[in-house]
Nanobody, 122 residues
Framework: QVQLVESGGGLVQPGGSLRLSCAAS????????MGWYRRAPGKERELVAN???????NYADSVLGRFTISRDNGKNTVYLQMNSLKPEDTAVYYC????????????????WGQGTQVTVSS
C-alpha cells in the first residue's frame, strides 16, 4: 500500500557531504513523522534524525550539527543532508514514515524503506 524509495547513498571521503532523499507513495492520507535510521556493521539499527509534520526535528547526539533533516509535505519526501562525514557514519541508512492511509484500516502504520549504503572512506 505504501512504498518508501531512498536515493543518494554512495562512497564519499571523510569530511565530504551527501544528501539522501526518500519519497513515499501509495495510499497515503497523511504522514506524521518521517525519519532516518542507520545500521552500521555489527551494530543495531539506531535513530539518526526524525521530523514531525509541523517541522519539529530530533537528532542523535552523534550527528547533531553535521546532519540536517527536512521534508516536503506536498511531495511526501524527506531529506537528510549529511556534512562533515566521518568513517563512523558508514552504515546502511533507512527511511521511515508513520502513515495514515486512505484505505481501511487507516493506521497509523510504520513503514521502512529498503535502505541505501553510505560509505565514508579515503
Amino acid at each position: 500500500q505504501v512504498q518508501l524509495v531512498e536515493s543518494g547513498g554512495g562512497l564519499v571521503q571523510p569530511g565530504g557531504s551527501l544528501r539522501l532523499s526518500c519519497a513515499a507513495s501509495g495510499s497515503i492520507r497523511s504522514i506524521n513523522i518521517m525519519g532516518w535510521y542507520r545500521r552500521a556493521p555489527g551494530k543495531e539499527r539506531e535513530l539518526v534524525a526524525n521530523i514531525i509534520s509541523g517541522g519539529t526535528t530530533n537528532y542523535a547526539d552523534s550527528v547533531l550539527g553535521r546532519f540536517t533533516i527536512s521534508r516536503d509535505n506536498g511531495k511526501n519526501t524527506v531529506y537528510l543532508q549529511m556534512n562533515s562525514l566521518k568513517p563512523e557514519d558508514t552504515a546502511v541508512y533507512y527511511c521511515s514514515a508513520n502513515v495514515l492511509t486512505t484505505t481501511l484500516p487507516r493506521g497509523p502504520f510504520f513503514y521502512w524503506g529498503q535502505g541505501t549504503q553510505v560509505t565514508v572512506s579515503s
